[in-house]
């Protein structure tokens, strides 16, 4: 469900398909017993999806999150998924210290455009 508002989101920016994604995916973690890949892979689509709701602080904590869980489970893949979420990183966001933090910590990288 939620990976169908997400695409709907895609297609339809302005309206509230974004919003009833991320609940989708709330909702989804909250009743099942998942584990880390299925839990990383949850928390980066709730990253687009925050991407999409110009929710810097949710797409940072979810986008790092998932990575970790992901990197955690060893899984590349969801590493893969998780570079390409950060490469689509809006322009506006680039300056700021916490994607900044992500690009180093997490994809050990110097994000370009980040300014002290």
Same mark, same amino acid.
């Given at each position: 469900?939620? =990976?169908?508002?997400?695409?709907? $989101?895609? !297609?339809?920016? *302005? ?7 991320? /609940?989708?995916?709330?909702? *989804?973690?909250? &009743?099942?017993? &998942?584990?880390?890949?299925?839990? *990383?892979?949850?928390?980066?689509? #709730? $990253? ?11 797409? /940072? *904590?979810?986008?790092? /999150?998932?990575?970790?869980? +992901?990197?955690?489970?060893?899984? %590349? =893949? ?8 950060? %490469? ?11 994607? !900044?933090? &992500?690009?180093?910590? &997490?994809? !050990?990288?110097? %994000?370009? +455009?980040?300014? #002290?």
């Amino acid at each position: 469900e939620g =990976k169908a508002y997400l695409d709907l $989101a895609q !297609h339809y920016p *302005s309206s509230d398909y974004y919003k009833k994604a991320f /609940e989708a995916f709330t909702r *989804s973690a909250e &009743v099942q017993s &998942v584990g880390d890949l299925s839990t *990383s892979e949850t928390m980066l689509n #709730q $990253a687009e999806v925050a991407r999409g709701l110009d929710d810097l602080e949710r797409y /940072e *904590s979810c986008l790092r /999150e998932g990575t970790l869980k +992901g990197l955690a489970a060893g899984s %590349q =893949k969801r590493y893969n998924e998780a570079y390409s979420i950060f %490469q689509q990183t809006p322009k506006k966001w680039l300056s700021e210290k916490r994607i !900044h933090d &992500v690009a180093v910590e &997490v994809f !050990h990288s110097e %994000q370009k +455009g980040y300014k #002290q």
